[in-house]
C-alpha cells in the first residue's frame, strides 16, 4: 500500500469487528450480539410494536453495557489518521458504539444509528442518552412519551446514505474493517468503489462475504492491523 500521496480521498467502513477486542460482541460469532434473542424479537419495528418493554430493556441493557467498554488501539489509530490526514477522510461505521469517537474519530457518520441517543417519533428530535428508556420517560423537548433506541433496525433505511455515497464516489482508497459483508448497504459499498476506480482493501480477521473484490486483503486482529496500515500510509 502506496504512501500518503498516492491517496487524495479515503472512506473507511467499520463494523463489529473493530470493536471486539474492546469487549464488545460482533453480531455473528458464537454467543454474539443478539445473545438468545431471534433478530425478530428485537431489532424491527415490528417487535418494537409488538412488545416494546422487550425491546427497550434489551437496548437498556446494551446501551449500559457499552458505557464500561473503551476504544482499543484500531479505533485510536483511525483516530489518528482522522487528525493527520489533511485531504479527504470519512470514517463510516455501522456500529452503535460510540468507540471511534472516544477515541477522537472526528469525520463520521454512524450510518446505523447510536446507541447514545434516544429518538422522539413524535417531534423527530433525537437526544442525547444514557440511562434506560424501559421508564418510557417524556421527551425533553415535546413532553410526548414516545421515545425509542436511535437505531437502525432491519427494514429501516439507514441514515445519511445521500453523504456516504457522495463520499465513495469521490474515493480513490476504499477500506473495509472488521464488518463480515453481510448485510447491505453497506456490503455493497466494496462494488461501488471498485466500480468507480478506487483501490480497495480490507483488513479482518477473516476472509469477508465479498473479499474476492479487494485488491487486497489483510487478515488479522484489528488492534494489530490497523495501527500498522495507519503507520504505513502516514509514513
Ligand atoms: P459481523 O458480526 O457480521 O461481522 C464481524 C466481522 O468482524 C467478522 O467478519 C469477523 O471475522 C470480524 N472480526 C471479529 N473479531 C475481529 C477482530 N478482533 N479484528 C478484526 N476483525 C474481527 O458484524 P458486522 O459486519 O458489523 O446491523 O454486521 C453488520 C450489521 O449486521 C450490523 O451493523 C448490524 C447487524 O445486523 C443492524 O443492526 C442494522
Known amino acids: 500500500m502506496a504512501a500518503m500521496g498516492q491517496y487524495r480521498n479515503i472512506v473507511i467502513l467499520t463494523g463489529a469487528g473493530i470493536s471486539a477486542e474492546s469487549g ?13 434473542h431471534r433478530v425478530e424479537d428485537v431489532a424491527t419495528p415490528e417487535a418494537f410494536a409488538r412488545d416494546p418493554r422487550l425491546v427497550q430493556r434489551f437496548y437498556d441493557m446494551r446501551r ?6 473503551l476504544p482499543n488501539p484500531a479505533h ?19 456500529n452503535v458504539d460510540d468507540l471511534h469517537e472516544r477515541a477522537g474519530a472526528r469525520r463520521l457518520i454512524h450510518m446505523h444509528g447510536e446507541h447514545l441517543k434516544a429518538w422522539c417519533t413524535l417531534c423527530d428530535i433525537r437526544h ?20 425509542r433506541p436511535d437505531v ?23 477500506v473495509s ?37 479487494f485488491h487486497e486483503s489483510r487478515l488479522g486482529p484489528a488492534s494489530v492491523i490497523v495501527p500498522q496500515w495507519v503507520d504505513e500510509l502516514l509514513a
Request: some cysteine.
Open 152 to 174: 437502525v433496525w432491519f427494514g429501516e433505511m439507514p441514515y445519511r446514505m445521500g453523504e456516504i455515497y457522495a463520499a465513495l464516489g469521490k474515493a480513490d482508497l476504499f
Open 24 to 36: 464488545i460482541d460482533t453480531f455473528r460469532s458464537a454467543g454474539g450480539w443478539w445473545e438468545n
Open 177 to 213: 474493517i472488521g464488518t463480515s459483508g453481510a448485510v447491505y448497504p453497506a456490503a455493497g459499498f466494496v462494488q461501488n468503489a471498485v466500480e468507480l476506480g478506487a483501490r480497495t482493501l480490507e483488513l479482518n480477521l477473516e476472509r469477508s462475504q465479498g473479499s474476492r473484490l
Open 64 to 69: 449500559a453495557a457499552i458505557q464500561e467498554k
Open 76 to 94: 485510536e489509530a483511525l483516530a489518528r489518521l482522522d487528525a493527520a490526514w489533511t485531504s479527504k477522510l470519512l470514517i463510516v461505521t455501522q
Open 128 to 147: 442525547p442518552w444514557r440511562g434506560p428508556l424501559l421508564d418510557n420517560l417524556p421527551c425533553p423537548v415535546c413532553g410526548g412519551h414516545a421515545l
